[in-house]
């Protein structure tokens, strides 16, 4: 990080300091407000110590590091809140490094952006949930923070600075399991500002530790050699947006006989993103459970194999579903998804989910969480109503109630969006505009190749919108001070005269 005078330094640290302090402030309002939040999935990342490698195998279908989590929180405490402070930490964190790290490029827009960071409710609401978004967008910030820190002017970072930058990259990007391709575009920028090979092969290299831990990890827990069975994540785009058919291969006649060995009136066109859960969670698994006993991964493998054959059976509409669904990460609000956690909230029963042997969860991950404080109503309706009208502030080409009216339309306007933020940025600042603009499409194209985006995947993205923001605003704002000062500056050459 660059080094910067006494006085520049204290500021810098108050700064941060009082980002930090903001950013759980505002994380525990919203915990105050709706308490923590449970998904339906959430249950399905709780492990112990014990159960880690037990004859349990769903481990793998999620990347070992949030497990790993609740497991040890387990063990510390036996209790959630353990996690939750995790994740509230983190989410701070992030945003007062990003602060940090933009300090020595200009003072106002590390402030503006770390602000805006701080009071990201999109952010909050996440830190409070039992869910990986959280520290999947807390680790993609803290990684464009250590890129630039690593490539800003007269930089020069050692090989194993760069080896541990890779292994920070994989423990923070493969929380989640498409984590991978967010690497992609982060390793481009390397190899385009350091130009060398070597050292974009050592960033490379601690990645692929990480990598290679999560398969051996995998292989011992469950012996698949892999990152995650795809299978299961691809049953919902599979039925919900319609692209299964018999006549797509012989895994999707398989598949079909199976399911209507159990339901021979059953009709595709009934599996909804609205119903999905229902279908696959419920019946879809009970069926093949009960066709192929003793092979608990056998549906998923035949999910993975119609999925293929939907691709190259029917390439165009694949190919125009992908291009509707990643447009959602752009013209699809980022904070929306605060609100509609808090009216999952308001709805949602904390004293019958507390309730030993009531409802589908399971009694030890009961035990992990609850008791589940009750929510504060005045507090929790003041932050909601917040979050849904602040949608501009993320995407400013979304004022309320605007429709675009057509797709095409769409991208044409985030294009011009994201072209103008380049312009307007200062130049020591453009950095970190592409890296924001080259998360968006990462997260965009590969959740798009799963055809289902659901707003919680795109609040994953609230601070790379917020981070652009936060940069034009101060660029914007130095720029006019400058053409200001100019203004009305005395013309040079021009000696002033005494009466």
């Known amino acids: 990080m660059v080094t910067l005078p006494a006085a520049g330094e204290r500021r810098r640290t108050i ?22 939040t449970v998904a ?27 497990p790993l989590l609740m497991a040890a929180a387990d063990a510390a405490g036996h209790s959630g809140w353990l996690v939750l402070g995790v994740q509230i930490v983190c989410h701070a964190l992030a945003a007062s490094v990003m602060a940090a790290v933009l300090w020595p490029a200009s003072a106002a827009a590390a402030t503006v952006v770390g602000l805006l960071l701080a009071v990201d409710l999109s952010a909050a609401a996440t830190s409070t949930a039992y869910l990986t978004e959280s ?36 423990l923070a990007l493969m929380i989640r399991p498409t984590g991978w391709v967010l690497f992609v575009p982060l390793l481009a920028t390397y190899a385009w500002r350091l130009r060398s090979l070597v050292k974009t092969c ?30 299961p994540y691809l049953a919902f785009p599979l039925f919900a947006q319609q ?14 006989d199976a399911l209507r060995g159990c339901y021979p009136d059953l009709r595709y ?11 696959i969670h419920q019946r879809f698994a009970a069926c093949l459970a009960r066709r192929y006993p003793g092979d ?27 291009f509707l669904e990643s447009l959602v990460f752009l013209y699809g609000p980022a904070a929306d998804y605060a609100y509609q956690m808090a009216r999952d909230s308001e709805r949602f029963d904390r004293v019958a989910f507390c309730t030993p042997g009531r409802g589908p969860a399971r009694d030890d991950f009961r035990r992990f969480i609850c008791p589940l404080p009750s929510p504060s109503p005045p ?7 917040l979050s849904a009208g602040s949608v501009a502030l993320y995407q400013p080409y979304l004022p309320l109630g605007m429709s675009f009216p057509s797709a095409f339309a769409a991208a044409a306007v985030v294009l011009a969006y994201w072209i103008l933020a380049l312009l307007v940025a200062l130049p020591a600042l453009r950095l970190p505009v592409v890296l924001a603009g080259l998360l968006v499409c990462s997260n965009a194209a590969l959740t798009a190749a799963g055809q289902v985006t659901l707003s919680r995947y795109v609040s994953i993205l609230s601070p790379a919108y917020l981070l652009v923001v936060g940069i034009v605003v101060a660029s914007a704002g130095q720029r006019l001070a400058v053409a200001l000062r100019r203004a009305t500056a005395p013309p040079a050459g021009r000696a002033e005269t005494s009466p």
């Open 243 to 256: 692209l299964f058919a018999r006549d797509n291969g012989p895994v999707s006649r398989e598949l079909d």
């Open 202 to 231: 050592l960033v490379t290299a601690g990645f692929c530790l990480i990598l290679a831990g999560i398969v051996l990890f995998n292989m011992a827990r469950c012996g698949y050699a892999g990152i995650v069975r795809p299978g």
């Open 40 to 66: 339906p999935d959430s249950g399905s990342y709780f492990q112990t110590l014990s159960s880690l490698f037990g004859d349990d195998r769903s481990l793998c279908l999620r990347t070992p590091f949030y």
């Open 15 to 36: 700064a941060c300091v009082v980002v930090f302090c903001l950013a759980v402030l505002v994380s525990l309002a919203w915990l105050a407000g709706w308490s923590a």
């Open 269 to 279: 066109e009934d599996v909804t993103v609205a119903t999905s859960n229902e279908f």
């Open 379 to 385: 507090l929790g309706m003041f932050l909601a109503r």
């Open 296 to 322: 608990g991964t056998k549906g998923w493998e035949l999910y993975g194999g119609a999925y293929r054959e939907a691709a190259l059976a029917h390439p165009g509409r694949f190919a125009q579903r992908m």
């Open 135 to 170: 520290l999947a967008a807390s680790g993609q910030v803290l990684c464009c923070a250590l890129l630039i820190a690593q490539t800003g002017p007269d930089r020069a970072p050692g090989r194993n600075a760069l080896l541990g930058a890779g292994i920070l990259f994989g």
